[in-house]
């Protein structure tokens, strides 16, 4: 490979001496202005040719194969002045799309040269980064990455090795912090809590669903919710498909308390951010006295958000999680982020959104292999 720098007083003359030095397959790698010494501007082009003729070798090598050619001799001054107005035409003169371009990519290069390049090598030197970068594309929270990571056993050994070890302990963490199988008996009554958009009204359906198709159980739904338009509407339409019956929001407190031989499933208003509509919140959910408090997060939310969200959810008293949605992102960040601040377990997982469909339990191995992008097969 020849590598050569030509300069000419425009970048046409300076591609032209490229062109003919080179030939057409040459490959130009920089282009700039630069000042001679006599204060003229010129171009300077960088050019290469990865396969050379013998001809082009000997060209190059006739004088010692120099990385740069000698500047073409600048032009004598001429005593005839330049007027103003085409100086100014001169300065303001419009550096062209693809010199730019071939700049950008130029400062990119020497930018990832700086770096010191290839992550690769990172990984190699400290395994242990490789599981940190995992982690951290899954959404975990920063403070529950260094603290899984914390006693690891730096030398474990190689790549597979570690993540052998981060599966094994993912696992035990998640199966300490999830629920297999959430059981409900005659006479529950199980209400609703979240933020807005989270799809509380969409578990209550599958749950609905799962308890009435699936155990035969007799189910009553309740809304709270007086505040969203259409949400009496949605929770008869639910109730119309099962063949369950609906209470009204105004007398859900005194029903709640008849249906002893039933599963009540409550549906709840968006979870607010004020601490004063909370607490009305509250005192109309401790009404219905639910034995169950599902906090439904989605799993589209970024775990920090979660962590900001669950402080306005812990005075709901929450006492199982849900995160919904899980089938439109590999990560589990929001699981996790929930667990951590709620300080209770995951009870469901839901995949599509809308009524249909149904609540999984989680599996910690499932999760476990998501979040450090172990294949399944091949085990």
Known sequence: MIIKTFTAESSAAALKRVK?????????????????ESSQTIFEVTACLEKPTVDQSSKSLSSGVPLRSEPTPAPRKQSVKIPPSDRTERRQEPTPLWQE???????????????????????????????????????????????????MDENAGALDDLTALAREKMVAWLGEHTIPDLTLERGDRVVFVGPAGSGKSSVMGKLATGLVVKQKRKVCLITLD???LGALDEIHSYADILGVDVVEPDKASESAMKWRDAVTLIDSPAMPCNNEELDRLSEKINAVKPTHRLAVFSALVRST???????????????????TMQDLTESYGSAVAAIRALGVKLAFVTDRPGGTGVLKTPDPDMMARSLLNVEVAGE
Do not use: C
């Not at 959404?139 to 899984?148: G, H, N, T, V």
């Open 226 to 228: 007086d505040i969203k």
């Open 20 to 36: 003919a030095e080179m030939g057409g397959e040459a490959i130009v790698l920089k282009t700039r202005q630069v000042s001679d």
């Open 305 to 323: 958000d979660t962590t900001a969200l669950s402080a306005y959810v812990k005075k709901l008293d929450p006492t199982h999680i849900v995160v």
């Open 101 to 151: 371009r071939l700049l950008e990519i130029d400062n990119k290069l020497d930018r990832l040269l700086t770096l010191g390049g290839d992550w690769t090598a990172e990984i190699k030197a400290d395994p242990l980064e490789a599981i940190r970068r995992l982690l951290i594309d899954a959404d975990l929270p920063a403070e529950f990455i260094d603290e899984f990571l914390n006693d």
